[in-house]
Each structure stands twice: as C-alpha cells, then as structure tokens.
C-alpha cells in the first residue's frame, strides 16, 4: 500500500529515459455522456484516428497494430488489437480498422471513452508500399493536408465526417409555431 501512495504522489526513484524508443501512438476522449450508438462512437473515433496518423507521419514512423481502446461506465476497458497488412501512416487506415473492430464490440452497451492507436512501430522508411493497394496515394493526400493545416491552422482543411461529427454535438434548435 505504502508503494502504490507513493506512486499516487509522484514519488518515484526510477530513472527516466527520455531516449527510449517509442513504442505507440495513441489518442482517446472521454465523453460527456455515454454513447451507444456505433455512428455516434464512429464520428469520436475519425478525428482520434487523424490525431494519431499525423503523430505518426511527424515522427516518421509507421504502425504495423491498430488499437481500439474503450471504457464502460463501470470503468472497464477493453483493448482491442489488429496487425495490419502492412505498416501505415494513414487515417484512413487505422480508422477502417478499428472501426471494424468497433463494430463488432458495439452491441448495444454505452461507452464513455474511446481511443484510437498505432503499435509495432517501425521507421516509416521501412515501409514497402503496395502499388495497387493506393496506400501511398492516400499518404500522399494526407501529408498534403497536414501541410495545408501547418500552414493555414487546423480548420484550413476539414474532412466531411469532422462536419458531421460537429453537428451532432450541437443541440439542435426546434421552432415552434405559438397561436
């Protein structure tokens, strides 16, 4: 017990090393209210999924593992895991697998967190690209928005599904006709 309070309080000898070699990338949100629709969870998921591939093309590495990351209202978490074809560095990717993955864990029950992430990490100029695959024609477009959003902020480009997702956020207005 004596360990775990001091581990609460900051306290610990060990050394840190901050020349370690990343192992993951990942990003997750905690909703206000439970949601248990998957379109609901799938509209939090995408711009999880974009965060996570931009670290990724930033760090100029590539994930071989996509994770999904959910927690219950009873705070428990359930970590799912795929190993893809090949490595990658896109959204598009990493969220076409996870929500797959979503989609089978979706059942019904509400979720307050979701997380999106990429593991197995490799040097992204490892990473043998599929001609037919249009892997790297995507990785092409999204490197061309991440500069876009350097350049002009992050609203500079914003997909169809952010729109979407936004709209859902927002309580929508209902007018009234009064006699």
């Known amino acids: 017990g004596l360990r775990l309070s001091q581990l609460a309080e900051g306290r610990d000898n060990r050394p840190v090393n901050p020349d370690q070699q990343r192992k993951a990338i990942s990003n997750e949100t905690t909703f206000d209210h439970d949601l248990s629709r998957v379109d609901d969870l799938e509209a939090e998921l995408h711009p999880l999924c974009e965060k996570v591939a931009r670290q990724a093309r930033a760090a100029g590495v590539a994930g071989r593992v996509a994770t999904l990351k959910l927690r219950t209202p009873d ?105």
């Open 75 to 179: 705070f428990r978490i359930h970590t799912r895991r795929r190993t893809l074809p090949a490595a990658t560095q896109t959204a598009h990717t990493l969220f076409a697998a996870v929500r797959e993955m979503l989609k089978a864990e979706a059942d019904g029950r509400a979720f307050r967190l979701i997380g999106a992430g990429l593991a197995e990490l490799i040097d992204a100029d490892l990473v043998e690209g599929d001609f037919f695959s249009g892997e790297q024609r995507r990785l092409k477009g999204e490197k061309a928005v991440d500069s876009l959003r350097d350049k002009f902020g992050a609203a500079a480009v914003v997909s169809g599904r952010s729109i979407q997702a936004e709209a859902r956020r927002k309580p929508r207005k209902t007018i009234t006709n009064a006699p």
